[in-house]
């Protein structure tokens, strides 16, 4: 009878220890799952997009990546740390672990590709640590474009603008009409960014119809726009 006992104990143990060997994380598989990161982070210090930087992160407190100027105050006030089991919960459902943060990521769903993701930042948080560098096609795959070293068709000579029209002239020659609501204007301050007084054009469509006109500085928008048709 003590036998028949004990058999749905190991059971239940065999089934938590398999549980657990496939929630181990796979930094490879993780730097895959980071492409999807990577459109609001980097892996580079100081280097922040729409979130911050996530150099480093493993062992950080929440809120606290140097230069980032855009934390709400729920991840300002919080006193998490980032660990396996906070980074865990928060990608699984970023608003709900944590609600009152901007993160817009609804989550990631499956055990495995979160544990994979937080082995990868693990592993480059260690790497950091001990001097090395994340080398290879990924970070590449991930990196911004450098706009001061842009070719003339992507260089702004000149932008028009007549009635709801605006007509971009490139340094090549061409100019480029969009419809008003489909130009968006930027900037960029980093060192990636134009030069001063030279603006990007980079496109925001597969159809060409939609694009961004990126400045260096803010001052530089209306001054460059001219109303004349």
């Given at each position: 009878?003590?036998?028949?006992?004990?058999l749905?104990?190991?059971?239940?143990?065999?089934?938590?220890?398999?549980?657990?060997?496939d929630?181990?994380?796979?930094?490879?598989?993780?730097?895959?799952?980071?492409?999807?990161?990577?459109?609001?982070?980097?892996?580079?210090?100081?280097?922040?997009?729409?979130?911050?930087?996530?150099?480093?992160?493993?062992?950080?407190?929440?809120?606290?990546?140097?230069?980032?100027?855009?934390?709400?105050?729920?991840?300002?006030?919080?006193?998490?740390?980032?660990?396996?089991?906070?980074l865990n919960?928060?990608?699984?459902?970023?608003?709900?672990?944590?609600?009152?943060n901007?993160?817009?990521?609804?989550?990631?769903?499956?055990?495995?590709?979160?544990?994979?993701?937080?082995?990868?930042?693990?592993?480059t948080?260690?790497?950091?640590?001990?001097?090395?560098?994340?080398?290879?096609?990924?970070?590449?795959?991930?990196?911004?474009?450098?706009?001061?070293?842009?070719?003339?068709?992507?260089?702004?000579?000149?932008?028009?603008?007549?009635?709801?029209?605006?007509?971009?002239?490139?340094?090549?020659?061409?100019?480029?009409?969009?419809?008003?609501?489909?130009?968006r204007?930027?900037t960029?301050?980093?060192?990636?960014?134009?030069?001063?007084?030279?603006?990007?054009?980079l496109?925001?469509?597969m159809?060409?119809?939609?694009?961004?006109?990126i400045?260096?500085?803010?001052?530089?928008?209306?001054?460059?726009?001219?109303?004349?048709?």
């Open positions: 009878m003590a036998r028949t006992r004990w749905p104990l190991i059971g239940l143990l065999i089934v938590a220890v398999a549980h657990r060997a929630a181990a994380g796979d930094p490879e598989a993780g730097a895959q799952v980071f492409r999807t990161c990577a459109a609001c982070h980097t892996l580079e210090p100081g280097v922040h997009r729409t979130g911050p930087s996530l150099a480093s992160v493993f062992g950080r407190k929440a809120g606290a990546a140097g230069g980032f100027r855009r934390y709400s105050n729920a991840l300002r006030s919080t006193e998490l740390v980032w660990r396996e089991d906070t919960g928060f990608l699984a459902n970023p608003r709900g672990y944590l609600p009152g901007r993160m817009t990521f609804p989550g990631l769903s499956d055990p495995q590709t979160r544990a994979d993701v937080i082995a990868y930042l693990k592993q948080t260690e790497r950091a640590a001990a001097g090395g560098e994340m080398r290879g096609g990924m970070m590449a795959a991930i990196d911004l474009a450098d706009l001061k070293s842009i070719g003339p068709e992507g260089q702004v000579a000149a932008i028009r603008y007549c009635g709801d029209t605006y007509g971009v002239t490139t340094v090549a020659g061409p100019t480029i009409q969009f419809w008003e609501f489909n130009l204007f930027k960029d301050s980093s060192d990636k960014g134009p030069r001063p007084g030279q603006p990007a054009l496109p925001a469509s159809m060409g119809d939609r694009a961004f006109v400045f260096a500085a803010p001052e530089e928008i209306s001054a460059f726009i001219k109303s004349r048709c």
